[in-house]
């Protein structure tokens, strides 16, 4: 709620604004984002803030984009940003050539924005580079307000801003009307999660207090109020900075007998207005706001000069505010009192006039404003045809969900009685579409059933294949295996529509590991598409899943060639998902089952890279850099691992392709031991899935469960495996073993600790899974038997701990990992075979040379929670973890500095202490590399015993010795 911004002061907030600008510019880092929420009732003072601030942001040379949100509905997608760089388009001075050509592009790129194959992730991802040409280098604010009716696809281009932009060092501030978060909001959600991240600040922007309101008061009429006025304005306005201001003037200019209430104090104001204005004000309070003065002059049928009359007397009487844009009111309270003010036929012809001077007006989309005022005159065969135009229009831009919103209002509209020109057949498909892109699938699959109905007798093959996709994307896998066969079975199942089912089921199949099954419908699928043109999509699908499951199940080479040929099938064809799904199912299968690691990592990079020249870098380029961080992990290059996710980071992932990279990250961040990274990542992940898959959730309780050992809750470590074997019913025996090793681990460490009991039925149960695996995977081609063979070693190890662990399995396991070259289980397990050795008495320097090797690994890692376990026996065994041994076999003296005194860092570990050298606090550091302030510790953490130093000054001479030599 706005009030009078030329004549009353700011009050009580001195320490607000201070808070905000620091938050906006002082907190957020180069190459950073930082956001301030402030949430308060009408009339607070939010708007009036946000002004404050931004021209203070402005002056100190940020660049400041204003929007604010529609309060209808079914707003337009994108609204407020479109809004803001209009706004800064009309305002940039001409001698800002660059910055003025860079908003004109980003505006023109929306009005040339077509629906495509890239989706919404290319639309957000070219915004940011649109904006960081805007930017040029300089701090970028936007600023939002009435965020209470933001649309969803603001809401999701906020939380890609949030992520941050990398180079760009971006603010965002807005205000929430804190009475309009109530239900189920969608808001109230997001600040939810908001509030848990560190850059996120969410303000509630409370009333004044006594003191604060009488000097606020006395500001606005201009003298020290009597006791009784004072107390008369405190006791009436709460608070509340609008209706102080309010009173005050009523005060000020001599107007007695104003009723108590706010309603009536804004009845009063409007009831003194000049006749001619009454219209504007009752006008613009029926509009959707800014109402243009062209459009408002259409409405009112006045004279040019009386409407100008009237307008200037509305805003000279503080009921509006006039800017370039139009008019608004200066609280949308004003709306709702007068409301109840008009006959609902001058309602309806107020709409109607509205919706007339929209719909002649050239060369303007207002799909949107036009049904909200067809809709509101009464005129549903009017309004249905522009609810539909603005979905198309929502649509073409991506924003599914607002389509959704308005193919559902054309639905209502469309129940009306009498004759309508649409079919309602057509409607609830297109409905039953976009609740499927934005994630609605319950309402997908409702709308879905309600379309068979009207056609009657037997589904089509097409609904089937249709209902088949929603089910599947709502985690329903059963259900919608049995649309895809009912599809096949179909009579009116064309070739083509077979195709597409065969091939769609056979993904479905390779996603819920089921590979032979995949591999035969892939066959099936290839064998159909063979005979129809345009095929080419169904092709790659199909042979992606036929190429993984003979890699996986019988012949590698022959599997990995079918696969390779998918990708060259795709680049042909041109279909940048194609060429993405090509690319994706390669490197997975290269850095998962066959362990090819290294090439894995490079066909991983390599086709991030070329989907991201595609345009699909955010979806399917951060799919295959997630793939590239679980390669790198697993050879043991962690901090290049590091730099991938950085670089991923900057795509701003979402849904699915999210949950791939967070995975990936909390794998390092397990390994590491940043354990509040890693529960927030698993957090996220759950809430992300949605009945996701088994390669999904067994990786994720995998995860969870290995976080919980690190943290000695080994029952809670149990329950998540237990989960895991009851809820997924995979056939994919590399990650089952995976879990399993976890399961005997925590009933092993459970044993070790003695704080959490034993379950022997629990251990009964993990071995027979075991054995089950070792069973399945004799049938499985070599490379995949090989990492299966690798972790039952790892599992018959940890059951042997139960009763007096056995070095020898211990030993096994460690050839069995270092085969493989996985240092970081091969070095888990040397720190056991020291453990089982120390705990019989027998071979001590065996175990040391183990605890040695295992330390070395573990530091060169970063893996602080097993340097910290081999730290811990070593000291209980008295053994050196310092000591090497000399090339003729005899023990030795901890090594002293050698000529290159920085050999034993990491190349992570050297950035970092080049910074250390520089001056750099650990927060700076992580802001510069892109990894947060608690891995800077740790790396500083090794650094330091490494060195053997205790003090950064120490380690940064070390630095700076080495570099001047």
């Given amino acids: 709620m706005a009030s009078d911004v030329d004549t009353a002061p700011l009050v009580g907030r001195a320490e607000l604004l201070q808070t905000v600008r620091s938050a906006m510019l002082g907190d957020a880092a180069y190459g950073q984002t930082a956001a301030v929420f402030l949430t308060g009732e009408s009339g607070v003072g939010k708007t009036r803030l946000l002004g404050e601030i931004g021209d203070q942001l402005r002056a100190q040379g940020a660049v400041v984009l204003t929007g604010s949100c529609l309060d209808i509905g079914d707003a337009s997608p994108l609204h407020p940003l479109l809004q803001a760089l209009r706004r800064f388009d009309a ?31 290319a ?18 604010v936007l600023i939002l307000d009435d965020l209470q009716w933001v649309d969803r696809s603001t809401r999701q281009l906020l939380l890609y801003l949030l992520a941050g932009l990398g180079d760009l060092q971006l603010s965002v501030l807005a205000a929430v009307r804190a009475e309009s978060l109530q239900g189920a909001h969608p808001l109230r959600r997001v600040l939810t999660e908001l509030r848990r991240l560190r850059t996120v600040r969410v303000l509630d922007l409370a009333p004044l207090g006594r003191a604060d309101t009488e000097k606020l008061a006395a500001a606005v009429v201009g003298r020290t109020l009597p006791a009784d006025a004072a107390e008369q304005v405190w006791q009436r306005s709460g608070g509340n900075p609008f209706v102080i201001e309010e009173l005050a003037r009523d005060l000020r200019d001599g107007r007695d007998g104003l009723s108590e209430t706010l309603r009536e104090i804004f009845l009063d104001r409007v009831d003194a207005l000049p006749q001619h204005a009454h219209a504007v004000v009752h006008a613009v309070a029926a509009g959707v706001e800014p109402v243009q003065h062209w459009l408002l002059a259409q409405v009112l049928r006045m004279p040019e000069d009386e409407l100008i009359d009237a307008a200037r007397a509305a805003v000279a009487h503080r009921l ?35 919706a007339e001077a929209l719909t002649a007006a050239p060369g303007e989309l207002h799909q949107a404003r036009l049904a909200h005022h067809w809709r509101l005159a009464g005129e549903p065969a009017r309004a249905l045809p522009a609810t539909v135009a603005a979905a198309q229009e929502a649509e073409r831009l991506h924003g599914y969900a607002e389509a959704h919103r308005h193919w559902s209002a054309a639905l209502q509209l469309a129940a009306d009685p009498g004759p309508l020109p649409m079919d309602r057949v057509e409607l609830l498909e297109n409905a ?29 093959c097409a ?45 479905l199949l390779l996603h819920l590991g089921r590979y032979a099954d995949a591999g035969q419908r892939a066959r099936e699928a290839l064998a159909l598409a063979a005979n129809v043109e345009g095929t080419a999509t169904e092709v790659v699908l199909a042979s992606s899943a036929l190429g993984f499951s003979d890699a996986y199940l019988e012949d590698p080479d022959a599997g990995l060639a079918v696969m390779r040929d998918a990708l060259d099938t795709a680049e042909r064809a041109g279909q940048p998902e194609d060429v993405a799904c090509a690319y994706l199912h390669l490197a997975e299968l290269l850095t998962g089952p066959l362990n090819i690691l290294e090439e894995g990592v490079v066909v991983a990079r390599r086709g991030a890279d070329r989907v991201t020249e595609l345009g699909l870098g955010r979806t399917w380029g951060t799919r295959l850099l997630a793939i590239a961080i679980n390669g790198l992990f697993r050879v043991g290059q962690w901090a290049e691992a590091e730099k991938v996710v950085a670089a991923a980071l900057r795509h701003r992932p979402s849904g699915a392709d999210a949950v791939e990279l967070l995975l990936a990250r909390c794998r390092l961040s397990v390994g590491y031991g940043d354990i509040e990274a890693a529960d927030r990542d698993l957090d996220a992940v759950a809430t992300l899935l949605a009945g996701g898959g088994a390669r999904h959730v067994i990786p994720l309780l995998t995860l969870r469960s290995g976080l919980a050992m690190w943290e000695g809750r080994h029952d809670v470590a149990r329950l998540a495996v237990q989960r895991g074997l009851t809820e997924s019913r995979s056939d994919d025996v590399t990650i089952l073993s995976a879990l399993v090793w976890h399961g005997l681990r925590a009933e092993a460490e459970a044993h070790a600790s ?43 190890a940890e059951v042997s701990r139960l009763d007096g662990s056995d070095p020898e399995l211990w030993a096994a396991s460690v050839t069995e990992w270092d ?49 910290s ?38 190349v992570r570990e050297r950035e970092v202490l080049g910074l250390v050298a520089e001056g750099l606090t650990n927060k700076e550091i992580g802001q510069r590399l892109f990894i947060s302030e608690r891995t800077i510790g740790v790396h500083v953490s090794h650094i330091f015993d490494k060195l053997q130093v205790r003090t950064r000054v120490q380690a940064s001479a070390i630095q700076l010795r080495n570099v001047r030599g």
């Fill in 432 to 460: 039953a579409e976009a609740a499927h892109h934005c994630g609605e699938h319950a309402r997908a699959l409702a709308l879905l059933e309600e379309v068979a109905t009207l056609r009657g007798g037997e589904p089509s």
């Fill in 819 to 867: 085969r493989r070259h996985h240092p970081y289980p091969a070095a888990y397990s040397r720190l056991r075979q020291a453990e089982a050795l120390l705990a019989r008495r027998s071979r001590v320097a065996t175990a040391g040379k183990l605890l040695r090797e295992a330390y070395r690994v573990a530091q060169g890692l970063g893996a602080v929670p097993l340097t």
């Fill in 91 to 121: 305002d940039v001075s001409t001698s800002h050539v660059r910055t003025s050509s860079a908003v004109r592009g980003l505006l023109q790129m929306f009005a040339d924005e077509t629906a495509g194959p890239d989706g919404a992730g």
């Fill in 320 to 354: 509006l505010v006039g800017a370039d844009d139009g008019y608004r009111l200066r609280h949308r309270l004003v709306a709702e009192v007068l409301a109840h003010e008009l006959l609902p036929a001058e309602r309806s012809g107020l709409h109607r006039r509205y």
């Fill in 869 to 906: 376990e081999i730290r811990e026996l070593a000291g209980r065994a008295r053994v050196s973890l310092e000591e090497r041994e000399t090339p003729n076999g005899t023990r030795g003296v901890p090594v002293e500095a050698s000529d290159d005194e920085l050999a034993a860092l990491t």
């Fill in 123 to 140: 639309l957000l991802e070219r915004v940011s580079r649109g904006l960081h040409l805007i930017a040029e280098g300089r701090p970028l």
């Fill in 463 to 507: 609904l089937h294949i249709r209902r088949a996709r929603y089910l599947a994307a709502a985690g329903r896998s059963a259900l919608a295996e049995e649309e895809y066969q009912r599809a096949l079975q179909a009579a009116d199942c064309s070739p083509r529509d077979r195709a597409a089912a065969a091939a769609r089921l056979a993904e």
């Fill in 754 to 796: 003695r704080t959490v009991a034993v379950d022997p039925t629990a251990v009964r149960r993990l071995r027979d899974v075991a054995e089950r695996v070792a069973r399945k995977s004799v049938g499985a081609a070599r490379p995949v038997r090989s990492v299966v063979e690798a972790f039952l070693a790892l599992c018959a």
